[in-house]
Every structure is written in C-alpha cells, then in structure tokens.
C-alpha cells in the first residue's frame, strides 16, 4: 500500500524567507507521480508542483521547488520569498502505475506567513 | 484554462431532502473525480468517471449517486444524507485515467455541505 507522510502539523515563516515543507513517502512501486496542493481557507485545492519518479531534475515552478531524494523517499517543497498569501495547507500527494486516478493525500501541513 | 466550477458554493439540507451538486469543465478532460473533505483531513475519493464511465467507486453509500451526462459536467445526486455527510465535497479533472501517473488533477472550489 501506498503511503504518504507529513510530520509538520503547523509551520510559520517570516514573510520574504524560505521554508521547507516536508513530505516522506511509502511504495513498493518503480513508477509514481508526487504532487503538491495548496488549499487556502476558501477551500480550493490549487496545484503547485509535480515530480515523476524517472524525473532526474528536481521540478521548479515559479517560487516553487520540490526536493525529490528519491533513496530516502522525500519530496519536499520549498517555498522561496514566502508571500502572505501563501498561508494556506499544503497536501503532499501521490499517484502509481495503473491507478494514476487515485490520489494519496498526506495529512497536511498549515503554513502561516507572519510580518 | 485549468478551471473546474462547481455548484452551489454552499448547500444546507435536510435528512429527508434530495439536492444535486453540479460539477463542470471546459478543458477536454475526459476523467472527473468526486472527493468528500472533512475538516482538518485530506480529501477521500468517492467516484471516477473515465469517458462518461464510471471506473471507480470507493464503496460510497448508496444515498451518493454520481451522474456524468457528458464529458463536461458531473453529477452528485444526494438522497438521505445523515448529518455525518456533512463536509466539503471537491470536483476534479484530469485529461484521462491513461496509467500515466502525471495526469494531474486539478480541483474546483468545492462545495461546503452541511446537512441537518
């Protein structure tokens, strides 16, 4: 079974810093897909950053970055010059080979960006 | 456009009542996916519908009966609802349920449900 880990509940970070929210995942899988969401209060869940596991570079996308390690199976996002309206949960997320329709959602992380 | 709509923003119910949720996209995905979200948890699948099929049912309650007329719009037809059925419900789309994991879904805003 497919497993994803987030250890952080709640995370802060000055505004304009970086952060480091943390995901570890569990498959027995050669082939999957890492994703990360944001969801802010309203509830929409809003997709960051994907990472597949034959991917050699870590993905980037705008002040987003995902750490893959793939030997110590974490994939872990980087949020660069925080902005107040990156406050929000994050869900680190997986897919595998032949369910790519399922999504694993971790438990989530909250992120508050302070002055 | 990655725009998936969903209405109503907001649904307030009665045990005995019958309500729909609507879902939307214009993006020619040919995959949607109803989620249910309870506070403080992730989202849960409930259904997908792969080509107006559907491919997956997590062993919802019959009382949730997923409806995808066109590849366009999905259903959530509600019947029943106990007062626990109260959460936040998330439509999603991906391009297809090819194998691929990169099909990425992306998710509309959701609509709070609260049922009494």
């Known amino acids: 079974a497919q497993k994803i880990t987030q250890t952080q509940p709640g995370m802060f970070v000055q505004e304009k810093e970086a952060v480091t929210l943390d995901c570890t995942y569990d498959?027995?899988?050669?082939?999957?897909?890492l994703f990360w969401y944001k969801q802010p209060s309203s509830g929409e869940m809003i997709f960051l950053i994907y990472q597949g596991s034959y991917d050699e570079q870590n993905a980037t996308e705008g002040r987003y970055s995902l750490n893959f390690q793939k030997a110590r199976k974490s994939a872990n996002l980087v949020i660069s010059a925080s902005q107040l309206g990156d406050s929000a949960m994050y869900f680190c997320?997986?897919?595998?080979?032949?369910?790519?329709?399922?999504?694993?959602f971790g438990t989530g992380t909250r992120l508050q960006v302070t002055l | 456009d990655t725009e998936v709509t969903q209405t109503p923003k907001h649904l307030v119910m009665g045990m005995t009542n019958k309500k729909s949720l609507k879902c939307e996209q214009h993006m020619g995905h040919r995959a949607m996916y109803w989620y249910k979200q309870k506070a403080k948890k992730p989202p849960e699948l409930m259904f997908v519908y792969s080509y107006e099929k559907l491919s997956i049912n997590e062993s919802v309650p019959s009382r949730f009966s997923p409806e995808c007329p066109n590849s366009s719009l999905l259903n959530l037809h509600l019947h029943a609802l106990q007062p626990e059925d109260s959460a936040l419900y998330l439509c999603?789309?991906?391009?297809?349920?090819?194998?691929?994991?990169?099909?990425?879904?992306?998710f509309g805003p959701g609509t709070r449900l609260l049922v009494l």
């Open positions: 997320a997986m897919t595998y080979t032949g369910t790519a329709s399922k999504l694993t």
């Open positions: 999603a789309s991906s391009r297809q349920t090819s194998g691929r994991e990169e099909e990425t879904q992306y």
């Open positions: 498959t027995s899988d050669q082939s999957y897909g």
